[in-house]
């Protein structure tokens, strides 16, 4: 077997060791994370912009969201997507370390933190339409619900990956040789919470 | 978008131990013995790059019937062809036809089918994910057409500008279709550049730097670039308009102080990072013909590059100048007045260095040639017509006039289109075994040549004498009728040109069975795609070739002697690859990504008609995310008789070992492919 490898590889290269890691050294599923991200920056940006073009409704045109948030409850179920964050880190670090118990605990964290906010954003948006500010209110209206809706989305989408993490660990399907996914459903669960503190900043601090 | 974002779920393939068993799903599908199902499920990018192309050519056919209803309703003054209704859906639809469904998926094909090769890799990144862009560019192209049975095309022009598309001004569902076919074939760029990306960065072979690699897959890697940045401002603005549509936000309801501005800002951040993000594939594929006809390698490689990644910086900045009559103010219009002088820069750069490039070569006057020298000299054409736009009372003068027209056809027709069929001579005996016939070729080249020219040359005037764009007809007396006359002459022989293209296809692949095979390197050409047989196998390279310099495969063949001669070092037969790929183990086929990409028009159909069909779609898609993300690396017997593969031998430096530490035979994929090549081994992604 020896000599038909020798036989067929390459003549002409100088040094015939074939490199087995990727070019950048970064897995590719971990670079097309990275890759994507980038990409979703500029969604954001788009839905961003539109919001502050956008920030006052025309006079007569019910509530600015100005008006009808409650800034002390945002910032805690803004705080506990923040603190996502860290649980999400903690649950890469443990499937590191092959600590599957942990993984599991820290895992449902995650999702259980995630699920709090995309719960306080429902109630939210409840509230906001009771109080007179429904979708199609106003441009100010439009453009609020479709900026946080999107970042709940996004938020959702992160949750079901999050579960479906634990439901692969609970069935033995995730191996510490496969922490990589893990790590890379946190990069995007730390992505969307950095774009909450924009989003937050933006909408709700920004006079 | 939420579309890709399960993609890391996606179980690598290889790296699995011995105890991963894939959960309960349908396994994948076996190599089946139907030719059509081959292509359904396949994931090989030679195939998904062949289909794009060939839906790319059927979107033309349709979007050139388009260009010909146009014209010959300006055949005369007062025409009664169209209505102007259907005028103003054929105009749009013909601009987005040939802009989404024509020119990017051709460009796409070419970056599927060559830049794996000429990284000298077996496949892309994420072959499933490759599998699912085609897919959903064709269900986005498909959905979108299906509104001409669904009571009419987009009526807004390609930009539907705001508030011109909104509800009021156009009640018809043609805009929703727009809408919605384009964020589906959106997705199919996204996860196209994403995956293209992650390729070019990750799975070069061994010694291909990237300053070795070919020009051709430098301008896809800023292509890709340029469409991950600018897709998503698109994918924005469209929702937008969709929620505007269809849910009654306000974003483009001037009446509650919604901005048409920002749908036109929104538009063209998209929209010219998209010219050039259309160009480009035409530059790198006319730069690696040229040196080939040339016998010379190409002037100041570096400079073109570099050129190039300019042009993917400045494309960025220069949107403004299709917006110097909206009022914008005097600031704006001199920052984007000089930004657009500027970006005619690193575009003189390319040009100057094709010119060196012939400058003293041995030129060979083959189709492949003829096409790139009219890039050259076309593209020049609509360059110099685009910096006169940066001027803006000049521009203010020519804004919506045939001008425009004329310009945007020169550099997109004249110059993309005439790259892209440039290629498909030059590629064809690579990607299909046999070489289009010569003299044909030559004809077609002249004949498209007349047509174009009769047909946009005499748009420069009509646009300087005054005549608007996007109206259904014209008045006599104005001196618009004879020329008129002539654009539409033009047109019928510039699609009669097409009509022969698709005829050559045809006549030379029976009368190629009377003549040799070209062999893998028909051109004595310079990059290591070459060094395959042609057709490319499945397997593309075995072994992996190792390079050392650019144009690796020429200096295989040739060396320069001191006294600047080229002499011919080794054979052809010494230098082309002979392996029959026995032992390389390939991705296994899928059926997810097919059915993942058609959910989405279901999911589309209902948000226009009725909301349970996008419970279906979304059911369909869901089942679809987990099916792929939960299906087994491999066929059944997939991997099997793989362990001896030919680069076995280094098989102990794989990153894999650690994890692939069970038996071979076991875990067929883990032995199977560690040896072969690790970097399959993400591929499966």
């Known amino acids: 077997m020896a000599e038909i490898s020798m036989a067929l590889r390459d003549e002409f290269s100088p040094h015939a060791h074939i490199d087995h890691d990727t070019n950048t050294g970064i897995s590719n599923t971990k670079l097309g994370m990275w890759v994507f991200l980038a990409s979703e920056c500029l969604l954001f940006g788009g839905l961003i912009t539109t919001y502050l073009l956008y920030k006052t409704p025309v006079a007569g045109e019910g509530p600015s969201p100005k008006q009808v948030y409650d800034l002390g409850f945002t910032s805690v179920s803004s705080f506990l997507l923040l603190m996502s964050s860290l649980t999400m880190v903690l649950a890469v670090a443990a499937i590191e370390r092959g600590d599957h118990h942990r993984l599991r605990t820290w895992l449902a964290a995650t999702a259980l933190l995630g699920s709090t906010f995309v719960a306080g954003q429902v109630y939210e948006f409840t509230a906001f339409v009771h109080e007179g500010m429904g979708y199609t209110t106003s441009r100010s209206s439009s453009a609020f619900y479709t900026l946080t809706g999107f970042h709940g989305v996004h938020v959702t989408v992160g949750i079901i990956m999050l579960v479906s993490l634990l439901i692969l660990s609970l069935r033995g399907k995730l191996p510490e040789h496969r922490a990589e996914t893990v790590e890379v459903v946190g990069l995007y669960w730390h992505f969307v919470d950095v774009v909450w503190i924009v989003i937050f900043g933006v909408v709700y601090l920004i006079p | 978008m939420a579309l890709t974002e399960p993609q890391p779920l996606a179980l690598p393939a290889g790296d699995g131990s011995a105890a991963f068993e894939p959960l309960g799903v349908l396994s994948r599908p076996v190599r089946p013995k139907q030719k059509w199902r081959t292509w359904l499920f396949t994931v090989d990018h030679k195939r998904i790059g062949v289909m794009y192309g060939t839906a790319a050519i059927f979107f033309f056919v349709i979007g050139g019937c388009e260009a010909l209803l146009i014209r010959a309703q300006l055949w005369s003054p007062r025409g009664t062809l169209l209505s102007a209704e259907t005028y103003n859906q054929v105009f749009t639809m013909h601009g987005t036809t040939m802009v989404f469904l024509v020119v990017m998926p051709v460009g796409a094909a070419f970056a599927n089918y060559l830049m794996p090769l000429q990284i000298g890799a077996r496949d892309v990144a994420f072959p499933r994910i490759n599998a699912f862009s085609f897919w959903c560019f064709l269900a986005g192209g498909l959905f979108l057409q299906t509104s001409w049975l669904f009571g009419g095309g987009a009526d807004g022009g390609w930009f539907n500008y705001a508030p011109n598309s909104g509800v009021v001004f156009s009640p018809g569902h043609g805009i929703d279709y727009w809408n919605l076919g384009l964020i589906i074939a959106g997705v199919a760029s996204l996860t196209g550049a994403i995956n293209l990306i992650v390729t070019v960065l990750n799975l070069r072979c061994p010694g291909m730097d990237l300053f070795k690699m070919p020009i051709f897959t430098w301008m896809t890697l800023v292509t890709q670039f340029l469409l991950l940045f600018a897709i998503p401002v698109l994918t924005c603005a469209q929702f937008l308009l969709m929620f505007d549509r269809l849910f009654h936000a306000n974003f483009f309801n001037v009446q509650s102080g919604g901005n048409p501005l920002l749908w036109e800002n929104l538009f063209w951040v998209f929209g010219h990072p998209e010219v050039y993000l259309m160009i480009l594939p035409a530059f790198g594929l006319v730069s690696e013909m040229l040196p080939v006809f040339a016998r010379k390698p ?15 910086f400045m494309g960025w900045g220069v949107w403004a100048h299709h917006m110097f009559v909206s009022g914008i103010g005097p600031i704006s219009v001199t920052t984007f007045s000089l930004t657009t002088m500027f970006i005619a820069v690193p575009t003189g750069v390319k040009i100057l260095n094709w010119t060196a490039t012939l400058w003293g070569g041995k030129l060979h006057f083959t189709s492949p040639m003829l096409f790139s020298i009219g890039l050259i000299t076309m593209f020049t054409i609509g360059g110099l017509s685009g910096v006169t736009h940066s001027i803006a009372p000049a521009d203010t003068q020519q804004h919506d006039t045939y001008y425009i027209v004329a310009h945007f056809h020169y550099v997109l027709f004249g110059g993309a289109f005439f790259g892209f069929m440039g290629a498909f001579y030059f590629y064809w005996p690579k990607v299909f075994g ?8 030559k004809t077609n080249f002249w004949v498209m040549l007349l047509g174009f020219n009769l047909t946009f040359a005499p748009m420069h005037v009509l646009g300087l004498q005054g005549m608007s764009r996007r109206i259904y007809t014209y008045d006599g007396g104005y001196g618009f009728d004879f020329w008129n006359k002539v654009c539409t002459i033009g047109a019928f022989i510039l699609a009669f040109s097409v009509a022969m293209f698709i005829f050559n296809i045809f006549y030379s692949k029976v009368k190629a069975k009377s003549l040799p095979p070209p062999g893998p390197d028909p051109w004595d050409a310079r990059t290591i795609e070459w060094m395959t047989p042609s057709p490319t196998p499945e397997w593309n390279y075995d072994p992996i070739p190792t390079v050392t310099r650019l144009d690796e495969f020429w200096y295989r063949k040739y060396a320069d002697t001191e006294d600047h001669r080229l002499v011919r070092i080794h054979s052809l037969e010494e230098v082309a690859q002979h392996s029959d790929g026995e032992g390389v183990h390939l991705p296994s086929p899928s059926y997810w ?11 589309a159909y209902g948000l226009i008609y009725t909301l349970w069909l996008c419970l279906v779609g979304g059911l369909v898609l869901t089942v679809a995310i987990f099916g792929w993300a939960l299906e087994p690396p491999d066929a059944p ?8 593969g030919p680069d076995d031998a280094h098989g102990e430096a794989g990153e894999l070992e650690s994890g692939a530490s069970g038996s071979d035979t076991a875990d067929e994929t883990s032995g199977a492919e560690a040896g072969a090549d690790a970097k399959e081994v993400e591929t499966v992604g």
Request: zero cysteines.
């Open chain 2, 298 to 312: 190409i002037f100041g490689y570096s400079f073109i590059v570099w050129s190039g990644i300019a042009i993917g």
């Open chain 2, 637 to 644: 017997g997939g991997g099997h008789g793989d362990e001896h």
């Open chain 2, 434 to 441: 046999y070489l289009l016939n010569e003299r044909l070729g």
């Open chain 2, 593 to 603: 990504p097919i059915i993942a990409a058609f959910s989405l028009p279901i999911i």
